[in-house]
């Protein structure tokens, strides 16, 4: 989609540091992150939210969980722990509207979140 930052990503056309790819998703190093490991993972395909994607593709939201505990382990916080959000409208705090979950783990998560 023009001009939605993450589908630049996917293109290539921004650049960031891929942590896993596969056909239909991507996960790669958050510019700011909140933790030691913080990784979004998305569908290359653009779909705004979680709520959107599980509407028109739920296997597809299947991948995209599934990238997120692969993520982890190659991570090497599988077994220590981590957090998937996947932030969702604008009371969550949405700010890039291509559905990304965050992969946050490598140390103590305060809950609840802000
Ligand atoms: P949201 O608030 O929408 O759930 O999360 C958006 C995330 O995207 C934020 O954690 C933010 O740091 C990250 N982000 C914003 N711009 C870029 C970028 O250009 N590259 C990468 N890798 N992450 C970004
Ligand atoms: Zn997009």
């Known amino acids: 989609m023009a001009d939605c ?7 290539g056309d921004i650049p960031a540091t891929t942590v896993l790819e ?5 996960a790669f190093r958050d510019i700011d992150p909140q933790a030691p490991t913080h990784v979004l993972v998305i569908p290359k395909d ?10 028109a593709d739920a296997a597809l939201l ?17 077994e220590t722990g981590y ?9 969550a705090g949405q700010a890039v509207p291509h559905v990304h979950g965050h992969v946050l783990g490598g140390r103590s998560l305060d809950w609840p979140p802000g």
């Open 5 to 11: 930052l993450f589908c630049s990503i996917v293109a």
């Open 22 to 26: 596969t056909d239909r998703i991507l």
């Open 46 to 55: 653009h779909y705004p939210d979680a709520a959107a994607l599980a509407a």
């Open 62 to 78: 299947g991948e995209v969980f599934t990238g997120a505990y692969r993520v982890a382990a190659v991570e090497g916080i599988g």
């Open 83 to 91: 957090r998937v959000v996947f932030n969702t409208g604008a009371d």
